[in-house]
Structures are given as C-alpha cells and as structure tokens.
C-alpha cells in the first residue's frame, strides 16, 4: 500500500507573500499559476501548535480509521460535542487537512475524509 502525505512546511510571512504575488501576476499575465499540492505552510511553528492540537489530531485519526458518514458521527466516535467537532473540522478542511464529502441532497450529510496517510513537518533551520 503506498502511503500519501501531507508535508507541513514553516516559511517566513514574507516567503508566502512573495509566492502570493508571483501566482497572481502568473495569472493576470494569462499563464496558469503552478499549484503546489501536497504541501501546507505555516509561518511559524507555535501556529502548527495551534492548529493541529491533540484533540483535532484525534479527529483526523478517526476520519482514517473509521470512515464516519457525518460530523454528528465523528463526534460519537471521540466523545465529543457536536458543535465543537463541526468548528474543529472546518477549520481543519479550511487548511486543507479534511476534505468535507458532497452532500447527497440539501441539508443531506457531509461524510469528512482525511486523504493522506501521514503528516510530515519539516522545519528549515
């Protein structure tokens, strides 16, 4: 089975502005801007902390693991309130760490998936 990752990078604000910029004179010029995949950056290694904290670690390791088929679910799942499960996961599909599944009808449920393996941080020194 081949393992997919996600890679967690730290880059200087000012790094992110710079691509930022590059991406959009690609696109105003009419040239496709280069799409990095794989890959979410942070600027600074407290925000990853922030971010990905024990209790939203567990919510992406119950997605893998047991495929729930909504939010209400998943919150079973990590004996947790619904409500805080839904903000956690939509921040974390914010970032690109969840992707919220397409509802079958209006008001339909919302299955979450988690479509990596693994979460690599590589901090340059």
Do not use: C
Not at 51 to 56: E, F, H, M, Q, S
């Amino acid at each position: 089975m081949r393992v997919k990752r996600i890679k967690i990078g730290i880059s200087e604000a000012g790094t992110i502005f710079g691509e930022a910029a590059a991406a959009l004179d690609r696109l105003e010029t009419g040239r496709k801007a280069q799409r990095q995949t794989g890959w979410i950056y942070f600027s600074d290694v407290r925000e990853v902390g922030k971010v990905l904290t024990p209790k939203r670690l567990e919510i992406l390791k119950a997605i893998r693991d047991h495929h729930p088929d909504s939010v209400r679910a998943l919150a079973q799942l990590t004996g947790r309130n619904v409500k805080n499960v839904a903000d956690d996961l939509q921040l974390l599909a914010s970032l690109g760490f969840v992707d919220l599944g397409r509802r079958a009808r209006p008001g339909g449920k919302r299955p979450p998936r988690v479509p990596y393996d693994t979460l690599t941080l590589e901090v340059h020194l």
